[in-house]
C-alpha cells in the first residue's frame, strides 16, 4: 500500500507563487511515476505534470512554463513549484504515484490540496 501525504496550499494573489509537497510512504519502486493532478469544481480532474525516477517530466500544456515539478526519491517526496498563477488555476491539488503496468489499481491519491489564487 501507499499513502500520499500532500501539503503547501493555500490562498494567493494572482501573479504569486505556492510550492506544493507530497510525501510518499509504504512500498515505493524506482519505477512508480509521480505526478500531481487538479480538480476545479464541477470540471473532471486533470493530470498537471508527472516525474520519473529518472527525471523524465511531462506538463499540461495550461501550465507548461509556468510549473515547475521535482522529486527527491531518497525522501520519496514530489514536489510542484507554481509561479504565474493565475484564478483559473483555483482548484484542489491531487498527489499521484502510478505504478505501471496495474491499471487503476495501481494509481494512488492523496486526499488533496486546496489552492486558491484571487484576482
Known amino acids: 500500500q501507499v499513502q500520499l501525504v500532500e501539503s503547501g496550499g493555500g490562498l494567493v494573489q494572482a501573479g504569486g507563487s505556492l510550492r506544493l509537497s507530497c510525501v510518499a510512504s509504504?512500498?515505493?519502486?524506482?519505477?512508480?511515476?509521480m505526478g500531481w493532478a487538479r480538480q476545479a469544481p464541477g470540471k473532471q480532474r486533470e493530470l498537471v505534470a508527472t516525474?520519473?525516477?529518472?527525471?523524465?517530466?511531462n506538463y499540461a500544456d495550461s501550465v507548461k512554463g509556468r510549473f515547475t515539478i521535482s522529486r527527491n526519491s531518497a525522501k520519496d517526496t514530489v514536489y510542484l513549484q507554481m509561479n504565474s498563477l493565475k484564478p483559473e488555476d483555483t482548484a484542489v491539488y491531487y498527489c499521484n504515484l502510478r505504478r505501471p503496468g496495474l491499471g487503476i489499481s495501481g494509481d494512488y491519491w492523496g486526499q488533496g490540496t486546496q489552492v486558491t489564487v484571487s484576482s
Open positions: 516525474i520519473t525516477s529518472g527525471r523524465t517530466t
Open positions: 509504504g512500498t515505493i519502486f524506482s519505477t512508480d511515476v
